[in-house]
């Protein structure tokens, strides 16, 4: 009997999760200055000199396809030299049609010009909250190249959203969203937590630190305009940062559908 050479193959155990919140605010970088430092009461009397970062971390934009386990079997040896063949047969060829999303972009009206020296704080954003139409779902946020799109998480209005750093969901063109992991600090309006975008596998090219940050619950010169860059390429820009906001309205996407043969 070849029993005892029976092997079994189980499943691969889930991964445990990773609570990198601790370490994700990096030093040298806003919003770390400005919650270690510029928000001090003492920093207007005595400044720090310029922080200089250590060498950045390189960060792969890829990632290796993952390593399957075999599924749960049990695989049996036998002496037996009788073997045996079979054969799949596969079509020579099927149509399937497959619908392709060619929706539009939401339609925007501008809400508000913020300049590199605005006062982006609680007050400057409730005032605003009165004109925002009744059929906008959602804000979109022009800083110099970039464009972000966020919109309010369930039981959440774009009011409340505005003035939070934890009502929000956010997207790169109005249409496919996320959730992103956000900033602790509940003074932060929008934005995410300190390099969210460049480990994202989902959008490579996407080399920030955050996403755009529109305002500041203080009043201090440091966190005037918005935060932090304003290119994909560049990880952090800080503060002072010019930038547009927009509401808009969702446009439902027209679908075409195509016919596709594979043979």
């Known amino acids: 009997p070849t029993s005892q050479l029976d ?21 040298c970088q806003e919003p770390w200055l400005q919650d270690r430092y510029e928000d001090e009461s ?3 009397d005595a400044p720090t000199n310029e922080c200089t970062p250590c060498e950045p971390d390189e960060l792969s934009t890829t990632s290796a396809p993952p390593t399957s386990a075999p599924s749960s079997s049990t695989t049996s040896t036998s002496s037996s030299s009788t073997s045996s063949s079979s054969t799949t047969s596969m079509p020579s060829s099927s149509t399937t049609s497959m619908p392709f999303s060619m929706g539009e ?3 925007c009206s501008q809400l508000a010009d913020v300049s590199s020296t605005s006062l982006t704080n609680k007050a400057f954003w409730e005032s605003k909250c009165s004109e925002i139409p009744s059929s906008a779902t959602m804000i979109r946020v022009d800083m110099g190249t970039v464009t972000d799109y ?11 959203m505005l003035v ?6 956010w997207s790169p063109d109005g249409e496919a969203w996320e959730e992103p992991t956000y900033y602790p600090s509940t003074k932060h309006f929008g934005g995410s937590l300190n390099h969210r975008t460049r480990q994202n596998s989902n959008h490579p090219i996407d080399q920030r630190d955050t ?4 305002g500041y619950a203080g009043s201090t010169s440091g966190t005037l305009g918005g935060c932090c860059s304003s290119d994909l390429s560049t990880s952090s820009g800080g503060w002072k940062q010019a930038f547009t906001m927009h509401t808009c309205a ?10 596709v043969s594979f043979t």
């Open 7 to 27: 092997m079994t193959y189980h499943n691969a155990p889930e991964g445990a999760g990773c609570d990198v919140s601790p370490v994700a605010t990096r030093p």
């Open 42 to 44: 003492w920093y207007s």
């Open 105 to 107: 972009a939401p339609t």
């Open 150 to 160: 966020f919109k309010p998480k369930d039981g959440a209005t774009l009011c409340e």
């Open 164 to 169: 939070s750093n934890s009502k929000h969901l």
């Open 211 to 214: 996403l755009s940050f529109w």
């Open 250 to 259: 969702a446009t439902p996407p027209a679908v075409e559908k195509y016919s």
